[in-house]
C-alpha cells in the first residue's frame, strides 16, 4: 500500500492541526494505521495507532488528550486531529500502515512537516 501525508504547516502555541493520509489500495480496511513523528536530532517516535476497523486507538502520553486520531475506510484515509499544540510537537509527522495490531509497521508515507513556534 502506498501512502501520502498531508496537512502539515506552521502554526502558534495552542494552535491546531489536522493531518491526513490517503492510501492507494481499496484493500484499506484490512491494515492497522499509525501516526509517529521525528524531530531534528531525535530518533522517530510513536504519536498514534488506530485499529482496522477503527474500534481500538492507542497513544503516546505525550499526545494523550490533545491529538485523536480517526479512519474513514470508506475514503482510504487516516487523520490526525491535533490541538493544542507545542512547540515541543514540531517534527516531520509519518503515517504507516500494518497488518495487524500487534505486527510491525511495514507501509510508511514520506512525512508531512508540522512546525510549533512559541
Known amino acids: 500500500v502506498q501512502l501520502q501525508a498531508s496537512g502539515g504547516g506552521l502554526v502558534q502555541a495552542g494552535g491546531s492541526l489536522r493531518l491526513s493520509c490517503a492510501a492507494s489500495r481499496r484493500t484499506f480496511s484490512s491494515y492497522a494505521m499509525g501516526w509517529f513523528r521525528q524531530a531534528p536530532g531525535k530518533e522517530r517516535e510513536f504519536v498514534a495507532a488506530?485499529?482496522?476497523?477503527?474500534?481500538?486507538?492507542y497513544y503516546a502520553d505525550s499526545v494523550k488528550g490533545r491529538f485523536t486520531i480517526s479512519r474513514d475506510n470508506a475514503k482510504n484515509t487516516v487523520s490526525l486531529q491535533m490541538n493544542s499544540l507545542k512547540p515541543e510537537d514540531t517534527a516531520v509527522y509519518y503515517c504507516a500502515a500494518r497488518d495487524n495490531d500487534y505486527s510491525k509497521y511495514d507501509y510508511w508515507g514520506q512525512g508531512t512537516l508540522v512546525t510549533v513556534s512559541s
Open positions: 488506530i485499529s482496522q476497523s477503527g474500534g481500538r486507538t
